[in-house]
């Protein structure tokens, strides 16, 4: 029985959520692997698959959100923010999905639909 309790405590606390967003050229699956309570969220992996070229891409990354800083005002999610060698890749609450370079210049913008 204490084994059984155990496997299910631990079940609960390395909870993980996943989000899908498709466009035309890609699918990128975003999982959190933090609680879905917390506000912040640095723990998130983007599984991206190329949808005509077959190429894959595994970035960590974090949840962005804008109003945290006071107590008064509630965190607006504005989306998930991955880091490559190169470039950023944004995935929006909105379907929008953009990779944006070094210089801060957006190289690709796609709207798409979250499953």
């Known amino acids: ?3 059984f309790l155990a496997l299910v405590i631990l079940s609960i606390s390395s909870a993980s959520y996943a989000d899908t967003l498709v466009t ?3 699918e990128a699956t975003v999982t959190r692997l ?16 190329h949808n005509f070229k ?3 891409l595994r970035l960590g990354g974090k949840i962005r959100h804008k109003n945290c ?5 509630e965190c607006t999610f504005i989306g ?3 880091e490559g060698k190169q470039l950023v890749y944004m995935l929006l609450p909105d379907g929008m999905f953009q990779i944006i370079n070094q210089d801060g210049e957006l190289v690709y913008s796609e709207q798409g639909s979250w499953l």
């Open 1 to 3: 029985m204490q084994i």
């Open 24 to 26: 035309a050229e890609y």
């Open 34 to 49: 933090c609680e879905d309570t917390d506000v912040v969220c640095d723990n998130v992996v983007l599984n991206l698959i």
């Open 54 to 56: 077959g190429e894959k």
């Open 69 to 73: 800083l006071s107590p008064d005002v």
């Open 80 to 82: 998930y923010e991955f």
